[in-house]
């Protein structure tokens, strides 16, 4: 089991350094810090001093990869990839733009990403499994088919109008609660209310089907058919049987989720004003930072990797002959 | 005045898909195997009507293909007469580069299309929806709704505007049954082969086993009843409103279509031969080989796909600032940026059905008419082309279909994070941006956004809708589930 995990922690960390090789070649060769310097100075006429005066403030006026000015390890330690890119090992992400610490912001902001995250994946799983589970146990009446017509439908609907519907049913046209804002978990419960909720709708349509499925192919199979032979009723059969067998691949499948929750989502966060993970990403595309742009894709690199190998411990857990692979 | 067609990139690769199609259709029907799935496809009303509201959708997406340029200049007369047209002189090309749709907008709408407006209105007013400083006829200046420009401008009278619309209704309903009733007579004396259309029709609208023609029927009707009704309300009015600088949202929406149809299309293509290559490669030769290529897309399938698109757009932005001078047109920037974004949804996509193909692969492999053929020393290439290529073809149908609805939803967001299509580019994601903050305006605009809804519900629903049919149709026996992703895959499927 040791072997397996480091085995597993290794080749996280393989894909942990080409995701940083990647960004760093998208970031540095593709774009050279001197087409960055002049996006950031805008316009065509920037003279030559203005790059190199903006390059040296960010620490870009090195080579990139290989220093032969510089003496022993610092030939590959005062270079552009190793200052930018694989300090992020370290959690040394620089700073942004605007000058800011960004590992500090990436810390002070995770709180109210999660905020909305934890609510919306705890009560979405209850909730979806529960409605998969009672689609099962009507499957093929009048009601399964109108609710599989509308969740159809609901996934047709793009995320984008759920927010801004709901937005304007509850905030301006009831009045229930603030259109957006923040202010921690308890005193600005209010605040959270809304977001959660639509989370909750926009997610329910992908996840219902594909557990309604699960349940499905379920009840197909024989230790359903041997329950039913010794008399179990209906009613037993799911709980008891279908429920608990159909609960594996769903949570072995949802463990990958748990550390992106960190990431918060983007468009939540952005229309409800909350000052998480998610708006943060959207604020640098914006900006065009490309320092935390670069952060947060290591950043959530390592979290579904991390997500990745949870997984896989899980499995294990549930199933033994994984273990023997 | 003579007309220059203008192949733009995405112009050609969605012309490509259209051959590509075709010659597909035409191989599958002589052979009885690949034409069976279909069939069943066929028999399912849901997905035939589905597969009619698609044919529309790409009917105005492919007429919004064909670019060209008005040359201003006319040619020689001389030159003209001599039966060639050799550019005397400099040719003046327009800068505007315009599509058939286009036309086809300007003709049934007429001056209603495009920009006609000064700022909002509301669907079918004929009075602006801002308040403007009108001077009076006896010189005095008061503050009002003044009238539209196009909108509603044949009336004498605004009073008389309800009667009239509800005229036009009904000359559109009309009209449109009319259409319909022509098209059902085409298609009987087509299927009866020109004797007895009543009989074909009577058969036609009875279900026979074979096709399930009634709803495809009746979806014709709603299509041909809601376009006969945007041409007689749409060339009078704004039927759906105008936007906050007073283009007609019916021609925006219209015009989004392409948009919306060359990224859920386009980014399968693209992905498509790396995905089937890789996969099969994969499975097929085990070894580093295999090694390599998980590695390559479990490393991919790590980024958060959204910062992988944002950081590929802004970089392509930077690439298209800095070579300002390699694009002539705004337009042509615009395609450019179009096809960055499909190439790169589509980096980002090959992975699920890469891994997908990797594991079928590995399955078939061992299977015995594989075995043989390695055993009568067919090249491997050949194996791979030959034996396993087409055992894996359901897979890729199936992945193909289903992914269309969820890159024309992930354009919308793309599109609000600031990483989409270009913001001058007419699309679904660019419409709903324009329009989310006048939402709290009072009262509401809320036709931009209502317009995007309902074009945007009707191609991803009937999308979705088809797709389950053609997964039920090719695979019935497996629910399509990706396989699960995982850090090392296991050697053996």
Same mark, same amino acid.
């Given at each position: ?325 | ?214 709803? =495809? %029927? +009746? *979806?014709?009707?709603? $299509?041909?009843?809601? !376009?006969?009704?945007?041409? &007689?309300?749409?060339? @009078? ?75 590929? =757009? %802004? +970089? *392509?932005?930077?690439? $298209?600032?800095?070579? !300002?001078?390699?694009?002539? &047109?705004?337009?042509? @920037? ?160």
């Amino acid at each position: 089991m040791t072997a397996y995990l480091l085995r597993r922690i290794g080749y996280g960390l393989l894909v942990l350094i080409g995701v940083n090789l990647i960004t760093f070649w998208l970031f540095f060769k593709v774009n050279t810090p001197d087409d960055i310097a002049r996006i950031q100075l805008g316009g065509k006429r920037i003279t030559a001093d203005a790059i190199t005066k903006w390059k040296a403030e960010r620490g870009y006026d090195k080579p990139l990869l290989y220093n032969s000015a510089a003496q022993g390890a610092a030939k590959f330690t005062n270079t552009i990839y190793f200052e930018k890119s694989a300090a992020m090992f370290a959690l040394n992400f620089g700073q942004s733009d605007d000058g800011r610490d960004i590992w500090y912001e990436i810390r002070t902001r995770a709180g109210p990403s999660l905020a909305i995250q934890v609510p919306v994946f705890i009560v979405g799983l209850a909730l979806y499994v529960s409605f998969a589970l009672l689609l099962a146990l009507f499957r093929g009446t009048r009601f399964d088919l109108a609710s599989q017509i509308l969740l159809v439908v609901m996934m047709s609907i793009s995320g984008l109008f759920y927010i801004i519907g709901g937005q304007f049913l509850f905030s301006k046209v009831w009045r229930l609660v603030p259109v957006s804002g923040y202010d921690g978990v308890m005193d600005g419960f209010r605040f959270l209310v809304l977001p959660v909720m639509i989370g909750l709708i926009a997610g329910i349509a992908g996840s219902t089907r594909l557990y309604r499925t699960i349940f499905i192919e379920e009840v197909g199979k024989d230790y359903v058919r041997t329950a039913r032979a010794k008399g179990m009723g209906e009613l037993a059969v799911m709980f008891r049987h279908v429920l608990k067998n159909g609960m594996i691949p769903i949570l072995t499948g949802v463990v990958v989720v748990i550390p992106t929750l960190f990431m918060g989502s983007l468009l939540t966060e952005s229309f409800f004003g909350i000052p998480g993970l998610g708006s943060y990403t959207i604020e640098a595309i914006q900006a065009q930072d490309f320092g935390i742009v670069r952060s947060m894709v290591f950043i959530g690199t390592v979290l579904y990797v991390i997500g990745l190998i949870a997984t896989d411990i899980s499995y294990t857990l549930v199933d033994p002959r994984v273990r023997i692979e | 005045m003579s007309i220059t067609p203008v192949f733009l990139k995405t112009d050609l690769l969605i012309w490509l898909l259209v051959a590509a199609v075709l010659w597909y259709v035409l191989h599958a029907r002589r052979h009885p195997h690949l034409l069976a799935p279909w069939i069943k496809v066929r028999r399912n009303g849901i997905a035939m009507a589905c597969a009619m509201v698609l044919a529309t959708y790409a009917a105005i997406g492919l007429l919004d293909s064909l670019h060209f340029r008005v040359t201003m200049q006319p040619v020689a007369p001389a030159a003209q007469a001599a039966g060639r047209a050799p550019p005397t002189g400099k040719a003046q090309l327009s800068v505007e580069v315009k599509s058939v749709l286009d036309v086809l907008i300007g003709v049934t709408l007429g001056q209603m299309a495009g920009k006609s407006e000064k700022t909002y209105s509301a669907p079918l007013a004929t009075h602006s929806f801002a308040k403007e400083t009108v001077e009076r006829a006896d010189g005095t200046q008061a503050r009002e709704f003044p009238r539209l420009t196009s909108g509603g401008a044949h009336l004498k009278d605004t009073a008389d505007a309800g009667a009239d619309i509800a005229k036009r209704s009904v000359a559109g309903l009309a009209g449109g049954f009319v259409l319909w009733s022509l098209a059902c007579l085409g298609l009987c004396l087509l299927i009866g082969r020109g004797k007895q259309p009543l009989r074909a029709w009577r058969g036609l609208w009875r279900e026979p086993a074979y096709a399930p023609w009634r709803p =495809v %029927l +009746i *979806t014709l009707l709603i $299509i041909c009843l809601l !376009a006969a009704l945007a041409v &007689t309300l749409g060339s @009078r009015y704004h039927l759906f409103g105008t936007d906050k600088v007073g283009q007609d949202v019916l021609t925006l929406s219209l015009k989004s279509i392409r948009t919306g149809l060359l990224i859920g299309t386009l980014t399968t293509m693209v992905m498509l031969p790396f995905a089937v290559l890789a996969g099969l490669a994969a499975g097929y030769f085990k070894g580093w080989v295999d090694d390599v290529i998980v590695y390559v897309y479990t490393t991919l399938s790590s980024i958060p796909s959204v910062l992988l698109i944002a950081a590929a =757009v %802004l +970089i *392509t932005q930077v690439y $298209i600032d800095t070579h !300002a001078d390699d694009f002539q &047109t705004t337009l042509e @920037r615009a395609d450019f940026r179009l096809l960055a974004l499909c190439i790169i949804l589509g980096v980002t996509s090959w992975t699920g059905l890469c891994r997908l193909l990797r594991g079928e692969a590995l399955k078939l492999r061992e299977l015995d008419y594989i075995q043989a053929a390695q055993a009568f020393g067919v090249a491997r290439l050949r194996i791979l082309s030959r034996h396993m290529l087409p055992n894996v073809m359901h897979l890729v149908t199936i992945s193909a279909v289903m992914d269309f609805s969820g890159m024309v939803l992930a354009e919308a967001v793309l599109s609000y994070v600031g990483v989409g299509v270009d913001p001058t580019m007419n699309s679904f994601g660019t419409m709903i941006n324009a329009a989310r903050f006048e939402i709290s305006r009072e009262p509401v605009v809320w036709w931009l956004l209502a317009a995007a809804f309902f074009f945007m519900l009707a191609l991803v629903l009937a999308a979705n809708l088809f797709a389950d049919a053609v997964q039920e149709a090719f695979d019935p026996r497996r629910v399509m589930r990706r396989p699960r992703p995982r850090l090392m895959e296991p050697k053996r499927a």
